[in-house]
């Protein structure tokens, strides 16, 4: 849509942040083997990094701040970056030649496919093989992955005067390729978009009003705090 390209878009603009993030977290010498320290890796793009808001803050790490009330946590790595496509994100992986195995991974990607118009036949393809990616760095099991649904962002404010219905429409169809592909495979898709579209209050966006608040990660992270439990026991 021509109107796009005449105002900055924060989707398709590479930060010059950090793409991995780590945070180590000291063990008590009390935990024994019975609560063994468990590794979380999370993959996508700005949803994921957390643009606009802090590193605390992100959906992620919220998460695993809820999960430590029962697991105890390692570390939290990120491969992520603001405007990241899915060819983009698989490029970082294996650009990175993980060599660690990680007892959860999650993955959420695929908005910035749909912004820059590219192809539900061309993300079903590069989105197979980022979960095939994401099985084998999961120790190799498909049921320790989780994929998050895209985010519905024409309801944010900065989609005001755009074709909401037509964005509504292709986030829904690319978030149906990711779900039938993660059903193949036996991974679980947690359904997050409609979290987007039911909260659309000025506190759940960031200043950019592109992106999300600390509140809305929080939501997301409640959403998948049932899931990554089972994932870990």
Known sequence: MEKYTQIPILLIITLSCNSTEKNNTIIPET?????????????????????????????????????????????????????????????????KNLTEQFDIVSLLIGVNNQYRGETLENYQIEFVKLLDISSKIAKNDPKRVMVLSIPDWGKTPFAEGQNKAKVASEIDAFNEVAKEACKKVGIVFIDITEITRKNTEASMFASDGLHYAEKMHRLWAHEALKIAGEILK
């Open 31 to 95: 935990m024994n083997n019975n609560n063994p320290k468990r590794t979380f890796l999370a993959l996508g793009d700005s949803y994921t990094i957390g643009e606009s808001v802090d590193e605390k803050d992100r959906w992620s790490k919220q998460l695993i701040d809820l999960l430590k009330t029962e697991f105890n946590f390692a570390n939290h790595d990120i491969i992520a970056q603001t405007g990241w496509t899915t060819s983009e994100l698989t490029q970082a992986i294996e650009a």
